[in-house]
């Protein structure tokens, strides 16, 4: 067994800095890469895009990336797990071993994890007795059942152990669980058993951890973000794991950034609910067990982390359509700025009042003013600037293009010194809402599909 | 005296559909004390007024020196049905450290 393993965060969102994964490969030693690509939105834009060609529905950034990466990967023998494999898995573990192929990296095995997606098999679960109520409000499937555009359980760790186990140096999930892409290599490696659950959630704090990229290196760092060296090419954390359930996060030396006791505290209270109650699909983790102790520049050791049984169901994420938003926006010059967007916004509400158009919300903002902080935001006298930005949100497509074709015009017709509107008229975009409920384990199981390249 | 919060802890904030989380940490460990005894929820639902619709809940967490908060209904329907700019309530970190508490006089005596 090894004496520890490292564990590299290489992306924390789709979208997230290209060259990330790249200089945690280049710039040090480590065993595994991990990239989280989804969120609750980007599942159903991978459903559409699959929807109109069975071969995508993945997110095409990570091949952009494998073109680069792949050969180094399997030079060093760093195994990468990502689930950006979205809603189509096996088709981005094709397009992989398609890089491989024209890379000469035989024998190298790529895995793809797959079965999450239930947006085919709803009607039949909902038949059998599964309510997937909305976990929130209570609500039942029936309310959005012809308007769901994509369905995903969230799988933890076990299918990527086993593709692990299978020899894959590349593993593709779909919705697996953020910190069960962390968790995988540590059970793997130091052969945990399922019901360690103290060790099973230090892994999953670990994931926690590693799950929002540099959001734990000194990346959005409230406390002390001035004393974070080079941010423009900030390393992204590294968990060192060890057999015992100890963890040390911290990052190549070379590389930005900054791990500390505040930068991990930050991102261990990152989108919590009750910290006692950490649920996953493998173990359920206790926030108020860890212990963290500064060992080094750049070093800090997590310990002391308790777990409980899983539970018996699954979180099922799902999307669906629920009409439609518009946000227009007009900047407005001192003198009066305030005063100029709200009348502007005054004018707007009556133009919506006077044309009869149908909205379910009507939301004014001032950008500049008080758009973050709302009512708890200190007065400013005399503004240079003011942004007014007005949203409504509707189910009727039509009114939502006339409310569009409203914001330009303001400026010949309404208050004076105004700019910003270079944009032209504001995007009606469909709205995505997402449903969140529980499904029992036993109705889906995952699936594991390893290749060899030849 | 009256302080704002924002001298005793820092705070991370994000979203969970409708709900906004705000993890608010000592910035010593002196501190927490002072924190939970100061920062409650029924406090931290006056402070954002009619920006959280729903309750305020908090869950201590002595072990690093920090509070969560649970503040539902603030998001105006969730990230990508809002039409609040601060769509997944990432700055409410600092809208809540905003919070004016008592502390004892000495804690920051001799300093600015």
Redesign the interface.
């Given at each position: 067994m090894k004496e520890f393993i490292r564990i590299a965060s290489g992306q924390g969102y789709w979208g997230d800095r290209f060259d990330a994964p790249i200089d945690q490969v280049r710039e040090g030693p480590i065993d595994y890469l991990v990239m989280d690509y989804l969120a609750?939105?980007t599942m159903s834009i991978m459903q559409k895009q699959k929807s109109r060609d069975p071969n995508l529905g993945y997110a095409k950034d990570f091949i952009r990336l494998m073109e680069v990466l792949l050969p180094e990967l399997v030079e060093k023998n760093v195994k990468l797990i990502t689930n950006a494999g979205g809603v189509n898995p096996v088709a981005c573990m094709l397009a992989v071993r398609e890089i491989a192929e024209r890379k000469g990296l035989e024998g190298v095995r790529i895995a793809a994890v797959y079965g999450d997606d239930i947006l085919n098999h709803i009607d039949g679960l909902v038949a059998s007795g599964n309510e997937l109520r909305n976990m929130?409000t209570g609500e039942p499937i029936e309310k959005i059942r012809d308007r769901i555009s994509s369905a995903n359980v969230y799988f933890g760790a076990r299918p990527v152990v086993e593709a692990l186990e299978q020899g894959a140096q590349v593993i593709i999930t779909g919705r697996v669980t953020d910190t069960g892409l962390t968790l995988a290599p540590m059970i793997h490696e130091f052969g945990w058993q399922w019901d360690e659950w103290d060790k099973l959630a230090a892994g999953i704090v670990g994931g926690h951890i590693n799950e929002c990229g540099a959001?734990a290196s000194g990346g959005?760092f409230?406390?002390g973000w001035k004393e974070v060296p080079n941010m423009e090419r900030i390393g992204f954390p590294i968990v060192e794991a060890f057999p015992d359930g100890t963890l040390i996060i911290t990052k190549h030396e070379s590389l930005g950034g900054l791990v500390d006791e505040?930068t991990v505290?930050?991102?261990?209270?990152?989108?919590?609910?009750?910290?006692?109650d950490y649920i996953t699909p493998d173990v359920v983790a206790d926030?108020?067990?860890?212990?963290?102790r500064q060992i080094g520049e750049n070093r800090v050791k997590v310990f002391?982390i308790k777990g409980q049984p899983f539970t018996e169901f699954y979180k099922v994420s799902i999307s669906y359509f629920?009409g439609y938003?518009c946000?227009g926006q007009l900047t407005y010059a001192w003198p009066e700025a305030l005063e100029k967007a709200k009348k502007a916004d005054e004018i707007i509400r009556k133009r919506i009042e006077y044309l009869g158009l149908n909205f379910e919300?009507i939301?004014t903002?001032f950008?500049g003013y008080n758009?973050?902080?709302?009512?708890?935001?200190?007065q400013i006298a005399d503004p240079n600037e003011v942004v007014f930005?007005i949203?409504?949100?509707g189910q009727n497509k039509k009114h939502m293009e006339t409310f569009a074709n409203e914001i330009v015009p303001l400026v010949l017709t309404g208050p004076p010194t105004v700019t910003g509107f270079g944009g032209g008229r504001p995007r009606v975009r469909e709205?995505?809402?997402?449903w969140?409920a529980l499904l029992k384990k036993e109705e889906v199981t995952p699936k594991v599909l390893t290749i060899e390249v030849v | 005296m009256k302080v704002k919060l924002i001298k005793l802890a820092h705070a991370r904030s994000g979203d969970k559909g409708d709900t906004a989380n705000v993890g608010v940490i000592a910035l010593k460990a002196e501190f927490y004390e002072i924190l939970k005894k100061e920062v409650t929820a029924e406090r931290v639902k006056a402070h954002f007024g009619e920006m959280v619709k729903g309750p305020v809940e908090r869950f201590e967490m002595p072990n690093i020196g920090a509070l969560n908060f649970l503040l539902h209904n603030a998001l105006g329907g969730g990230g990508t049905t809002t039409l609040k700019h601060d769509a997944q309530g990432k700055t409410m970190s600092t809208a809540l450290l905003r919070m004016e508490i008592e502390v004892p006089d000495e804690l920051f005596a001799g300093k600015d």
């Open positions: 609750e939105v929130e959001q959005n409230l406390a505040r505290k930050e991102q261990l209270v990152y989108e919590l609910g009750d910290p006692r926030f108020t067990s860890i212990q963290l002391g629920d938003t946000i919300e939301h903002e950008l758009a973050c902080h709302g009512t708890t935001a200190h930005l949203g409504v949100r709205v995505i809402a997402y969140p | -």
